[in-house]
T-cell receptor, first 113, second 112 residues
Framework: QKEVEQDPGPLSVPEGAIVSLNCTYS??????FMWYRQYSRKGPELLMY????GNKEDGRFTAQVDKSSKYISLFIRDSQPSDSATYLC?????????????FGEGTQLTVNP | ETGVTQTPRHLVMGMTNKKSLKCEQH?????MYWYKQSAKKPLELMFV???????ENNSVPSRFSPECPNSSHLFLHLHTLQPEDSALYLC???????????FGPGTRLTVL
């Protein structure tokens, strides 16, 4: 069983739709949760960072963490064609530099104009 | 230059060649990482350097040899690679007390 499960998609939505991206995990020691966005032929770009359970909002993006269910989500409101990318969830058990990140496989999202 | 830079961006090499990938971070971070990204697979951590000391070697074959001469630079020396080593090689960096890592654009490696 993978430590982090993420539906690879592809996911295709119309412009303006609300997008929900999800990851589940099995390691209860994970405390730090991140979402990265990766455009084609580019490196991953940090989008959201959350510690422990709860919600975090940044503009059109909302990250949710439910540690009791070992489930994290990223919501994108009013999706735009520029949001078309692969979204990677990542998580860590430690908060210090040099700590290992475990990544999901990534979900490929296309937002159609 | 800002962020994390990597050179070259693309590399094609034969199985008997020796080449090096270079990474430089301009963020003042004290940890650097090499990852391998293959199609349909999660990012695979290869090496971690913290304060210029290698703290993790994730069972990577010896044909990959990292070098971290200072906290801003990281190299990955390649020799006698196999075609299955073809992938996107990503460098990242991070700072004390935070697990958030910042990635470079990657080197697209093709081994013939």
């Amino acid at each position: 069983q993978k430590e982090v499960e993420q539906d690879p998609g592809p996911l295709s939505v119309p412009e303006g739709a609300i997008v929900s991206l999800n990851c589940t995990y099995s390691n209860s020691a994970f405390q730090y949760f991140m979402w990265y966005r990766q455009y084609s032929r580019k490196g991953p770009e940090l989008l959201m960072y959350t510690y422990s359970s709860g919600n975090k909002e940044d503009g059109r993006f909302t990250a949710q963490v439910d540690k009791s269910s070992k489930y994290i989500s990223l919501f994108i409101r009013d999706s735009q064609p520029s949001d078309s990318a692969t979204y990677l969830c990542a998580m860590s058990a430690r908060g210090d530099s040099g700590s290992r990140l475990t990544f999901g496989e990534g979900t490929q999202l296309t937002v159609n104009p | 230059e800002t962020g994390v830079t990597q050179t070259p961006r693309h590399l094609v090499m034969g199985m008997t060649n020796k080449k090096s990938l270079k990474c430089e971070q301009h963020l003042g971070h004290n940890a650097m990482y090499w990852y391998k990204q293959s199609a349909k697979k999660p990012l695979e951590l290869m090496f971690v350097y913290s304060l210029e000391e290698r703290v993790e070697n994730n069972s990577v074959p010896s044909r990959f040899s990292p070098e971290c001469p200072n906290s801003s630079h990281l190299f990955l020396h390649l020799h006698t690679l196999q075609p299955e080593d073809s992938a996107l090689y990503l460098c990242a960096s991070s700072q004390d007390q935070t697990p958030t890592q910042y990635f470079g654009p990657g080197t697209r490696l093709t081994v013939l």
